[in-house]
């Protein structure tokens, strides 16, 4: 009986949630995850947004606005859900967030759908920079292969003759491995995709690697994966053995607890928070003000996210009707990007810079990550020529 | 040549790692015919207690017997409060029950020490690696956990061979209403088989931690092979759960290493590539599903049933 | 059986009755996210009334189940990105699969029982979705975008959104009417027959490995239907469709509802997701509710929401 109440009750305080008229805010919808280990992305990105939003005294041309924060749960389907439930029943005029490629993939589809305008703070899936190009869609990160592309044009100019490509079995994981081959010069003499996201223990790949005894080794294990390899790729005594370059790796979330592990392995970004302009400086010191810690590069691109969304509102005056003014000024990237100036791609994907990082620790002794040098200047994804869409 | 010593001993290293949660495991089904699906709830509060005590106490050997003890006590505790009640149900209850306290214990360790996870940092003198044979380096601290996982074999070997209690525990997986008509005190016994099976779990639990930090969820995934030894090995037998263990170690390990090589002799490289981690995760559960299907009591199965 | 007005079939036909009503709501006051929320409750109730017939009545415990929604899904998926958009072909031969699929699968796990019957249906579904999981082709991890949903020439217009609501409802309708008609048949006897007491059913000469085999793939085709129309739904396939612990969501949906009847599952169905919305607006730590909640309703409730409904009898 008494379930039997909840659960009409719980159906009625549903249908009473009202279809939200069109109110004079700017209502933005942000999907990331919440829940589980990789809780602490969702939470960076939330941080680095409202951080963002703080900065701009919360309104955007004179609207106030409001962020709804949904958990996908790292699922795909749970992710299409929350998405529709923003777009259907919230009726936010910007969806942004996702970190991860296959959630992205999974709701695309209804957010361009509805004419809303999508902006990827973190997933770049190689689909989204080509065939599945969307005038609806721009991303404040990056695209897949470029990160990597970055680390085959490092490895080339340090001279790496053998390399053995490690990384996790799903699309972001083979785009990586896929973006390393084509920039790098030298010979791979090892390709191997784990489990993802369910192995953990690299021990058999390791004991591979230092039988091919190659000049390095590149891998990709973002998030709480990268520091259960670097914790195992010192275990095994292959750190002074075989050289390790990275993307996505190491970054201000898995610093801490790589600890020491982590020391002197470089890895290629297009944004480190040591970055010199004007803009960076004041959300990396504000960020630790607030966090006590440094913001990750996924909290980078959120905060990006906010300056792209705000650059597009002030220049239609608030009138989010305006939607091919709005996209037109979103093409001009004509914000201040914490990653520097940079221009957007016919396909909306942005074209920058990449840095070489290195672990080093600063003047309090923690470990930060610091810019040692431009890798590649300008950067374009390789996709961008299957992307129809001209302008 | 040496490759295959190292992986061999990689395997190894995960086979009985797997035996310490599936001792636990096959234990309390065989005895109490309990299928605890929060066993890796038990094999996560290990990892947690150790990565926590080990940094409060800054010794790491005192750290992992608190954490030992920690999880033997939380053990006792939900025998008593929730397991107690689900003696004699149908199975099907047993994995709905202990799957609703998976939901829970996953979501307390949330609460209690936040989403991100912890590590368990290891002494200096166990963090490096040892020539075992020349050529062949391993790291020390994998060395460590085979010794150790030996050892707590052996003495579990010896206890249930050798005492009394070992008796009555063997007994009451063959036999169980026999030993309460015996007059034991049945309930004592339980939750005494309980508490060493969260141990088990537990040690298991917190020496993966240090390979592969503790983290939310990490008993799921491993749950399922544990389930996999114990079907493979036979329920409520420990002999049985040793040798199976050991070779679903070794089959998942070396198979994972050596499969893209022997896929690239009949495919291209890239279907190779992809096929390979599919069939290795595969391999376990192929495994399994035959000997079910030849032997369904499992090769060495305890119950005179 | 007769249709007494009690509060638990009130509360049933009440479901279905509130089921069939949705579209006119959204309608009239343009809330479509509950249409769009319902659907995929109305889709999952089909899967769980198609468990509870192998679970409930069978006594077959399925962990596997979901994987019947991944084949059923991923034959659409596949078929629509190799080009052939036509339900026509899609429909029928997703049907087939799922049903070929059931066979095998059930051929050889029924020769095992009790928790062996649950772990190698649940090694079964395993394997299924590392296969999905390296389809490189058709998306693997990242899932697969069906851009139109299945074309059924000008007869069905499935974009639409309230059509396909109500092509989801009648099969759901269908499925309840169907699974009511083979448990009170001779077939159903023999099913609950073999569940309870399988040693007596064979003495009197009933090959029971047949029948329940047979009942196992009537299950696993319709829950490859549920697949099928779950890819329309979400414009989507993925694997993780098909894993284990949705399989497991299909069994607590079937426990909540009340394993005893045809109609249980629905009621599961309906609860457990409107709970999980709503509690998960509430707070992010919701699961800490729903863990101690499920052990509550094994221990106290037994018999699901039907069984506190109709004053704790159950079988």
Known sequence: MKRTLLATSAILALAMSPAMAQNKTVKIGFVSTFSGPTAVIGNDMRNSFELALDHIGRKMGGLPVEVIYEDDGQKPDVGKQKTEKLIQSDKVDFVVGYIWSNVLLASLKPVIDSQTFLISANAGPHQIAGELCSPYFFSTSWQNDQTPQAVGEYMNQKGVKTVYLLGPNYAAGKDMLEGVQATYKGKVVGHDLTKWPDQLDFSAELSKVRAAKPDALFVFYPGAAGVQFLNQYVQSGLKGQVPLYTAFTIDSLSLPRQGDNALGIPGAQHWVNDLPNEANKKFVADFKAKHKAYPSFYGAQSYDAVGLINSAVVAVKGDLSKKDAMRDEMRKANYQSVRGPYKYGNNHFPIQNFYLQDVVKDADGTLTLKTVATIVKDSQDQHAKKCPMKW | ?305 | MTQALTLRNLVAFGTLAVLALVPLYSHATGNFFMMTLFTRIVILAMAAVSLNLIMGFGGMVSFGHAAYLGIGGYVVGILAHEGVGSGFVQWPLALVVSALFALVIGALSLRTRGVYFIMITLAFAQMIYYVGVSLDRYGADDGLTIYKRSDFAGLLNLSNRTVFYYVCVALLFATIYLVWRLVNSRFGMVIQGARSNERRMRAIGVPTYRYRLTCFVIAGTICGLAGVLLANQADFVSPAMMHWTRSGDLIVMAVLGGMGSVIGPVIGAVALLVLEEALSGITEYWQIILGPMLLGIVLYARGGIEGLLQGGRHD
């Open chain 2, 1 to 305: 040549m040496l490759l295959f010593v190292e992986q061999f001993l990689n395997g190894l290293q995960f086979g009985l790692l797997l035996f310490l949660l599936a001792a636990g495991l096959t234990l309390v089904f065989g005895i109490m015919d309990l299928v605890n699906l929060a066993h890796g709830s038990l094999y996560m509060l290990g990892a947690y207690f150790a990565a926590t005590f080990t940094t409060l106490t800054g010794h790491f050997i005192g750290g992992v017997v608190l954490a030992l003890m920690a999880t033997l006590v939380v053990g006792m505790a939900v025998e008593v409060i929730a397991m107690r009640r689900l003696y004699g149900r149908d199975h099907l209850d047993h994995v709905l029950g202990t799957f609703g306290l998976i939901l829970f214990f996953n979501e307390l360790v949330r609460l209690v020490w936040g989403p991100a996870g912890m590590n368990l940092t290891l002494p200096a003198w166990l963090n490096t690696s040892v020539e075992l044979l020349p050529g062949v380096h391993y790291s020390m601290y994998r060395l460590s956990i085979i010794i150790v996982a030996l050892a707590v074999a052996a003495v579990l070997y010896l206890v249930v061979m050798r005492t009394r209690i070992g008796m009555l525990v063997r007994a009451g997986a063959s036999n169980r209403e026999m030993i309460g008509a015996l007059g034991i005190n049945i309930k004592l016994l339980f939750t005494f088989v309980f508490g060493a099976g969260a141990a088990l779990a537990g040690l298991a639990g917190l020496m993966q931690a240090a390979i592969l930090t503790a983290q939310i969820g990490m008993g799921e995934n491993i749950l399922i092979l544990a389930f996999v030894v114990i079907i493979i090995g036979g329920i409520g037998s420990i002999r049985g759960a040793f040798i199976a263990s050991i070779f679903v170690g070794l089959v998942d390990t070396v198979g994972r290493a050596f499969l893209p090589d022997i896929l690239k002799l009949f495919l291209s490289s890239s279907a190779a590539a992809t096929a390979a981690p599919a069939i290795s995760s595969m391999l376990i559960y192929l495994v399994m599903a035959v000997v079910l299907i030849v032997r369904p009591e499992g090769l060495f199965p305890a119950a005179s049933k």
